[in-house]
């Protein structure tokens, strides 16, 4: 069992999100990052062609470039996704510099912030360009608003910067959804880390606003207030990352500690091992079927492994005994959910709340199981697939003393015992995995023979 992953916990995403930042822009993705950036250029030669450019707004253009590029390197991370504080350098170009500049002045302060990030080695070079234009074009919308509505002097004018806030947010959501689809093949999908990174640039957007309109044009008073500000929110993130980085750790020990268990089950008992494997993947697609959230699939994911550890408390001589066990020996058998709680409580933290799916893995729907009796939602939600994903693997195996079911046998087993021993609810997505399994098994067979 040793190196066999566990995959669902939610520093795997982060992990696999921080990676990604430092790969080389390839393919798809380089071609519509260049598209991206032509497109906005086009765009922003336009606008400046149509509202004109004025003057005398070169120093802020300089010193508002730098701080958007500041402001960027103060990233703050949320699962998958990332955020920045440049929304409020944003937002002070809007009060501040003549609107058909605004989105070349983001354009350089991204620029300006990929180079650094390239040099410090948290991007690769490849990615300057889609960066930048990912950026820059949604800056586009908000200097349109303004050249249209504008120009604004003062809080008096807020509900045209409100327009211009709601079409950057807009902006900024179609970019995205056009770079996703073009670049990954994939629709944008929303999540709370998502609507997270959009509320953070809401708050941030009146303070960008109200130090450009403190400014008063003096583009260095501005970087005064800015910059200490600027810092202080970095000081934040870094302690974020820092505890972000310390949750990741904690989880790996405990992953260490899960799979160590789980060795130490397969050593004691390899039917019991590869039994945990197997209900362990199928158990998590369930869950995810089901719609549990992330903390809910790492607990079911530790309880699918351990849901048998306490048998490592069981006589062997009960756990391979080849034929039906005696009502003492059964009494002894059903204890091994209890000791599988007392290990895992002995462990503490995240297992210690393992433990109580895993003594509930035995309960039945009806309140017919063991140990304690309990019926219908009083069992966890994830004791309940765990229960079902069992007892679908048990007999769907070959045992000593019997044969495995076939797989229509062990279905319309599941469904018969839906409602008594297991939740209906568990059963009908469990049996659309097992069927959907099927088919694709079938599809991939058949080239194969056709052959």
């Known amino acids: 069992m040793a ?3 566990l995959h669902t916990l939610e520093d795997t995403a982060v992990a696999s999100s921080r990676a990604r930042l430092c790969v080389r822009v390839e393919g798809a993705e380089r071609r519509t990052g260049l598209g991206l950036l032509a497109a906005f250029a086009a765009g922003a030669t336009a606008l400046a062609g149509w509202a004109g450019v004025g003057s005398g707004w070169t120093v802020a ?34 009060v501040s510099l003549p609107p058909a500049v605004i989105p070349w002045c983001v354009a350089g302060g991204a620029a300006l912030r990929a180079g650094f990030n390239v040099a410090r080695g948290t991007r690769h070079v490849s990615a300057i360009v889609p960066a930048v234009a990912s950026v820059a074009s949604p800056a586009l919308a908000p200097a349109v608003v303004i050249a249209t509505l504008g120009p604004v002097a003062s809080w008096s004018d807020g509900l045209v910067l409100a327009a211009a806030l709601v079409a950057y947010i807009a902006a900024d959501i179609a970019v995205s959804t056009v770079f996703a ?5 994939v629709p944008l999908s929303f999540s709370t880390g998502d609507v997270w990174v959009y509320g953070v640039d809401l708050l941030l957007a009146p303070l960008g606003f109200a130090l450009g309109f403190a400014a008063g044009g003096r583009p260095w008073a501005l970087a005064i207030v800015f910059l200490p500000l600027a810092l202080l929110l970095r000081v934040f993130a ?21 799979m160590l268990l789980g060795d130490v089950v397969e050593t004691d008992d390899a039917y019991t091992g590869s039994h945990s494997r197997d209900v362990v993947e199928l158990a998590v697609e369930v869950g995810r079927r089901m719609g549990l ?38 009494a002894i058998m059903k204890t091994h959910t209890i000791e599988g709680q007392r290990m895992l409580e002995n462990v503490g933290g995240v297992l210690a709340r393992v433990g109580v799916i895993v003594r509930a ?25 765990c229960s079902a994903c069992d007892a679908f693997s048990a ?36 049996v659309a995995v097992l069927e959907e399994d099927a088919v694709t098994r079938v599809e991939t067979a058949a080239p194969a023979l056709a052959a």
């Not at 689809?181 to 093949?185: E, P």
């Not at 870094?238 to 500690?257: F, M, P, V």
């Not at 699939?297 to 550890?309: N, P, Q």
């Not at 229509?408 to 297991?422: D, K, M, P, T, V």
């Open 293 to 330: 959230g992330a903390n809910s699939l790492r607990d079911l994911e530790f309880g699918a492994l351990l849901h048998d550890v306490g048998k490592i408390a069981v006589p062997k001589e009960i756990i391979n005994k080849p034929g039906k066990l005696t009502g003492e020996e059964w």
């Open 181 to 185: 689809r073009l670049a990954f093949g």
């Open 238 to 258: 870094q302690e974020r990352r820092s505890r972000i980085d310390q949750a990741l750790e904690l989880s790996q020990a405990y992953r260490g500690t899960a």
């Open 3 to 5: 190196g066999w992953p």
């Open 395 to 430: 007999m769907t195996t070959d045992r000593s003393y019997r044969t495995a079911m076939p797989l229509e046998a062990a279905i319309a087993e599941l469904r018969r015992c839906a409602g008594s021993q297991f939740d209906p609810a568990v059963v009908r997505t469990l």
């Open 61 to 94: 253009f300089a010193v508002l470039a730098l701080l958007y590029a500041i402001a960027g390197l103060v990233e703050f991370e949320v699962g998958t996704v990332h955020t920045d504080c440049s929304l409020a350098a944003l937002a002070a170009m809007l």
């Open 361 to 385: 893995s035995h309960e039945d729907f009806d309140g017919t199981g063991y140990p304690d009796g309990l019926v219908g939602n009083a069992i966890p939600v994830e004791a309940r697939i």
